[in-house]
């Protein structure tokens, strides 16, 4: 699973998912760092909006992201210290209309997402280690909170 590319372990600004779909759009990361010895990375992220406009989603950002098929939506794995659990990831859509970032509650190890159609999101979680299949319905589960970006 994680001998593909890109990863959790290994993704880049010069991915080309990196771009929306409609290519007015792409994400980009700064000071990617490994979360823990040989675990996955993260960093702070941005978005970069027809190359004249730069917001940051978030301060500890996974990846890789996928966008949603119209280009509008971005699904990206968020890391979070929690303190009984740990470092966690959660699922954080961005919503490039409304310049708002849906934090979701439910909780990960570490996100592999692959695709975003619509209300879902796809991928895998624990990649390396006991992987579960990931079939996410954005509109059936709980938001922690909605930040403006």
């Given at each position: 699973m994680i001998d593909r590319y890109p990863n959790p372990w290994n993704f880049d600004n010069k991915n080309k998912n990196l771009e929306?779909?409609?290519?007015?759009?792409?994400?980009?990361?700064?000071e990617l760092n490994e979360i823990g010895m040989g675990g996955p990375i993260g960093g702070m992220?941005?978005?970069?909006?027809?190359?004249?406009?730069?917001i940051k989603i978030h301060d500890w950002c996974?990846?890789?992201?996928?966008?949603?098929?119209?280009?509008?939506?971005?699904?990206?794995?968020?890391?979070?210290?929690?303190?009984?659990?740990?470092?966690?990831?959660?699922i954080g859509i961005v919503n490039l209309k409304t310049e708002e970032l849906k934090i979701f509650s439910k909780t990960f190890s570490v996100l592999d997402l692959r695709s975003f159609d619509k209300t879902?999101?796809?991928?895998?979680?624990?990649?390396?280690?006991?992987?579960?299949?990931?079939?996410?319905?954005?509109t059936k589960?709980?938001?922690?909170?909605?930040?403006k970006i």
């Open positions: 929306s779909v409609n290519g007015y759009h792409k994400v980009v990361y700064s992220c941005f978005i970069e909006l027809n190359k004249n406009r730069r996974g990846g890789p992201p996928t966008w949603e098929t119209n280009g509008e939506l971005l699904a990206i794995p968020i890391w979070k210290k929690k303190f009984w659990k740990g470092t966690i990831q959660q879902f999101v796809y991928g895998y979680d624990s990649p390396s280690h006991k992987t579960k299949t990931l079939v996410f319905d954005t589960e709980k938001v922690e909170k909605i930040i």
